[in-house]
């Protein structure tokens, strides 16, 4: 079956603009993560979803940055005024419940002007 | 809250030759433990993990890890590896029982391999 897929695969934006990542998780997976990779930080955990709810933001850098999911499935990471930090790889996951294994997509590359 | 060391930032070995990577983690209680590997320009394979029961562990392409509760370890092995195992490689533990269980990974080892 289809994996996680995540678009764009590569995003250039200029500073200060908006963007909008995608991630479609695996069919019937209720839980769902976004993580960032970037050289100075490793990889680090940014929100869970579990359904359309998100119990867990915590991970999120800053208010510039939010999420969404719509039917229990496809989510959306929104980045407000983008800034040269927010270069990295963002990673979506999922899992088909919780303690369970994560399946990741292919991530993401931000790249801020 | 949980943590992940893995000591070696950059590992190369010869092809053919047995590899090991060190991995620690901290937590009181027994986690649940991962190892990922990411080859460039790529997202995260799930190599092996271990949830409870038999401490050693077998995993795709060839790895093995056990799991010492004394030392706080999951340690990556495999005997002989080949060209196409040069990648990063990653350990990771989920905190259990919070609900959400969020991934903490290590920093990663970079693994090379050399004819």
């Known amino acids: 079956g289809a994996g996680v897929s995540q678009s764009p695969s590569n995003k250039v934006t200029e500073k200060g603009k908006d963007v909008e990542l995608r991630c479609d998780p695996i069919?019937?997976?209720?839980?769902l993560y976004w993580y960032r990779q970037s050289l100075g930080q490793g990889l680090e955990f940014l929100i869970y979803?579990?359904?359309?709810?998100?119990?867990?933001k915590s991970g999120l850098p800053s208010d510039r940055f939010s999420a969404e999911r719509t039917g229990g499935s496809v989510s959306t990471l929104t980045i407000q005024r983008t800034q040269q930090e927010d270069s990295a790889v963002y990673l979506c996951?999922?899992?088909?419940?919780?303690?369970?294994?994560?399946?990741f997509g292919p991530g993401t590359r931000l790249t801020v002007l | 809250a949980q943590s992940v060391t893995q000591p070696d930032i950059h590992i190369t070995v010869s092809e053919g030759a047995s590899l090991e990577l060190r991995c620690n983690y901290s937590?009181?209680?027994?986690?649940?433990l991962f190892w990922y590997v990411q080859s460039p320009g790529q997202g995260l394979q799930l190599l092996l993990k271990?949830?409870?029961?038999?401490?050693l562990v077998q995993g795709i392409k060839g790895f093995e890890a056990e799991f010492k509760r004394s030392q706080s370890s999951f340690n990556l092995r495999k005997p002989s590896v080949h060209w196409s195992d040069a990648a990063e490689y990653f350990c990771?533990?989920?905190?259990?029982?919070?609900?959400?269980?969020?991934?903490?990974f290590g920093t990663g080892t970079r693994l090379t391999i050399i004819p």
């Open positions: 996951a999922s899992t088909l419940r919780s303690a369970d294994t994560q399946y």
């Open positions: 069919s019937g997976h209720t839980a």
């Open positions: 979803f579990q359904g359309n709810s998100a119990p867990d």
């Open positions: 937590y009181g209680a027994t986690p649940y």
């Open positions: 271990y949830f409870s029961g038999d401490t």
């Open positions: 990771a533990v989920v905190e259990r029982g919070f609900g959400n269980e969020k991934l903490t």
